[in-house]
C-alpha cells in the first residue's frame, strides 16, 4: 500500500493544492486586533490582505437519549495572498494555514514556508502545537493525461479502489465508489485519506461532466509537539505523504504524468 521510490517532478501534475496547517493552544490576543506586526513581516511575499468571519461545524455533545447540539464560535480568520493568488496564508486564534495551488517540489514548499513559521512564532509565541499536517489533494483527470477509455484498475493500485478494482463490474455501474480511511502510519503519524471518483463544480465555473479520481490525503501529527520540532515533524509527515502517493499509482499512470526525476 506504501512505497519508497525515487523523487520525481511530474510535466502533467494533477496536484491541485497542498495545505499546511499547524493547530495551537488559543491566542486571544490573534482575534483581539489586527495582525499588523505579523502582516509587516510577511507582506512583501503575501501583499493581499482580507478578513474573514468563519462558523465551525456544529458538534453533537452527549449520547443517545441525552445530546445537546452546541454551536461553534465565530472566529476571525486573517488571510494573506500572494499578488498572483496562489499562495495563502490564513490565521486565526487556533491556527494557521500555509496553502498553494502552484506546488512543485517539497524544497520549494519549504521555502515559503518557513520564513512565515518563523515570524509567526516570534510574533505570538505559542506554547506549543497540538496538531502538525499537511494536505495533498490530487484530482486526476485522465482527459488531460490523455487515458480517457482507460479503467481506474490500470491507474491505481487496488486497495485505493475498493470493488472498482474487480473485473467483474464496469465503472459505469457505480454512482458512489469511494472511501475514507483514518490510518495510522510509522514514526507517529497518521493519514485522513479520501480516495474515489467523483465530479467537481468549482464557483463561477462551467460544469465539468468529466468523471475525476480524488485522491485527498491529510497526513498528520497530533500531540504537545514542541516549536523547536516543527520543523522535523513536517519532514517526516512528507515522507509518509510521499510514500503514500508512490504506492497509490500504477505504473502507466506514473508515466502519464511525464515524471522527471530530481537530484
Same mark, same amino acid.
Given at each position: 500500500m506504501f512505497f519508497d521510490r525515487d523523487r520525481y517532478l511530474y510535466r502533467k501534475p494533477q496536484l491541485v493544492e497542498v495545505v499546511c496547517q499547524l493547530d495551537f493552544p488559543t491566542i486571544l490576543?490573534?482575534?483581539?486586533? $489586527?495582525?499588523?506586526? @505579523?502582516?509587516?513581516?510577511? %507582506? %512583501? $511575499? !503575501?501583499?493581499?490582505? #482580507? %478578513?474573514?468571519?468563519? #462558523?465551525?461545524?456544529?458538534k453533537v455533545i452527549g449520547g443517545p437519549g441525552n445530546f445537546r447540539v452546541e454551536e461553534g464560535q465565530r472566529m476571525t480568520n486573517y488571510q494573506f495572498l500572494s499578488a498572483d493568488g496562489k499562495w495563502r496564508v490564513n490565521l486565526t486564534q487556533k491556527f494557521i494555514i500555509i496553502a498553494t495551488t502552484a506546488y512543485t517540489k517539497w524544497e520549494d514548499f519549504a521555502a515559503k514556508l518557513d520564513p512565515v513559521?518563523?515570524? !509567526?512564532? #516570534?510574533?505570538?509565541?505559542?506554547?506549543?502545537? $497540538?496538531?502538525?499536517?499537511? %494536505? !495533498?489533494?490530487?484530482? @486526476?483527470?485522465?482527459k488531460a493525461l490523455e487515458l480517457e477509455g482507460v479503467p481506474y484498475r490500470d491507474l491505481f493500485q487496488p486497495a485505493y479502489l475498493g470493488l472498482l478494482a474487480e473485473d467483474d463490474v464496469r465503472e459505469e455501474q457505480f454512482s458512489l465508489a469511494g472511501q475514507d480511511v483514518d490510518l495510522a502510519l510509522s514514526g507517529g503519524c497518521r493519514v485522513k485519506m479520501h480516495a474515489g471518483p467523483g465530479m467537481l463544480q468549482q464557483a463561477n465555473q462551467k460544469k465539468d461532466n468529466e468523471v475525476k479520481f480524488i485522491l485527498d490525503n491529510d497526513v498528520y501529527m497530533n500531540g504537545k509537539l514542541p516549536v523547536a520540532q516543527c520543523a522535523p515533524a513536517l519532514q517526516t509527515i512528507h515522507l509518509q505523504a510521499d510514500r503514500i502517493f508512490a504506492g497509490a499509482i500504477t505504473e502507466r499512470l506514473h508515466e502519464a504524468m511525464e515524471p522527471v526525476l530530481l537530484d
Open positions: 490576543s490573534i482575534s483581539a486586533r $489586527e495582525p499588523a506586526d @505579523f502582516q509587516e513581516a510577511i %507582506r %512583501r $511575499e !503575501f501583499p493581499q490582505y #482580507q %478578513r474573514l468571519m468563519m #462558523q465551525p461545524q456544529p513559521l518563523a515570524q !509567526f512564532i #516570534q510574533i505570538y509565541q505559542p506554547a506549543y502545537f $497540538e496538531r502538525v499536517a499537511l %494536505r !495533498f489533494v490530487n484530482i @486526476f483527470s485522465r
